[in-house]
């Protein structure tokens, strides 16, 4: 089973909203599809994303009703913008749409329309399967970090299931496991969308893999009394300096684990470098509905009208992160220039800065995410439900002095 798999223009998805209930092949045929599945985390996680990427601008290529090579250029454009807008933080969306985009451009003067078709095939394929091989090797020079009978804390889910292939973190604990280590896994739930209950877990079982689930609340704690040896995530974008952005709840575990004295390690392949960025405040974090915080899986947990605040990611800083490891080999501290030796030196985000064609097509549904810069943390207070969250929180502390006078 295959997270991400192309046939001849169609892209077929294994529906990730819908695990552990239910394993459903979604088959889409467009980029308005292919778009509306990565914004609702059909299909989501850093290589998983840049391998959709790449393949959604090779079906806008076969899927274009134009006869000529222009045209087939003008929709690949159309569908980089319209699939780079979808989710703004992981380095190998834009990577792997601006891969497959390039090379349409640099081969549209000297090919055929056919000819350019099977060159955006083969190299949408070709990312998916440097991925794979990248996830082994990933996982080889990962086990100097997973000593025998280890306890190893993830987080979110790194599996088959966000890569071409065996996983990153995830892929790392599958081969301790199967090289007998017998190490055990504690996983994390990952609230809001809860990819480590019904991901991470559903993928350790299908491997035999011994694991705990655990509230995302319950980490630290654990880390702390020394029941993790380990902590081991993957990321969506590494800065220049080494640090590095992963999902919301990330940057604890570092911070638990620095105070436990245990090695918080980051496996990632090289396709989430992106030395464009000298550090983690620079890589815009998405933020996602308040929805997804108010309910748990489609369930409301809060009353009616609650004011929520959803960060997608968070940064961890160098400091905290004991080592990066990637299929070309690991990173320690100082970062910036073991990542620059290891980087392919390709830029993420040339997708993102270009320039807009005149006709982009309107968007098929609302996108549910967007980028803040500075999401807006105050609670609404309850008594003034329909006040706008920032004029409300400016008021805050006049109110609270109001209050503390008082009582004097
Ligand atoms: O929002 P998601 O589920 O796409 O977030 C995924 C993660 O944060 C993963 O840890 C990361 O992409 C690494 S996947 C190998």
Redesign the pocket.
Known sequence: MRAIDWDAGTIRILDQTLLPKEERVLTLTSTAELADAIRR?SI????A?GIAGGMGVAQAAFRSQAAGVPGVLRDVELAARELAATRPT?ANLAWGIERVARLARERAGDTDRDKLLVLLEEEALRIAQEDANACIEMAHNAQRYIARKAVVLT????GFL??GGY???LGAIRLAHEQGKEIAVLATETRP?M?GSRLTTWELARFGIPHALIADGAAAGLISRGEVKVVM????RIAANGDVV??VGTFGLALAAKDAGIPFVVV?PTSTLDLTVPSGDKIPIEERAAVEVTSVLGTPVAPPGTYAVNP??DVTPARLVTAIVTESGTATAPFGVALKKLSRGEPKAAVLKGPRPKSAPKRASKPDSKVRSAPKVRPKPAARPRKRPAASAKRAPAAAKRRSGRSK
């Open positions: 985390l989501r996680g850093a290589p994303l992981a987080h979110c889910n790194t966000c890569t996983g990153t973190a969308l990819q995530v993957g990321a969506d992963n999902k990632a997608a990611f």
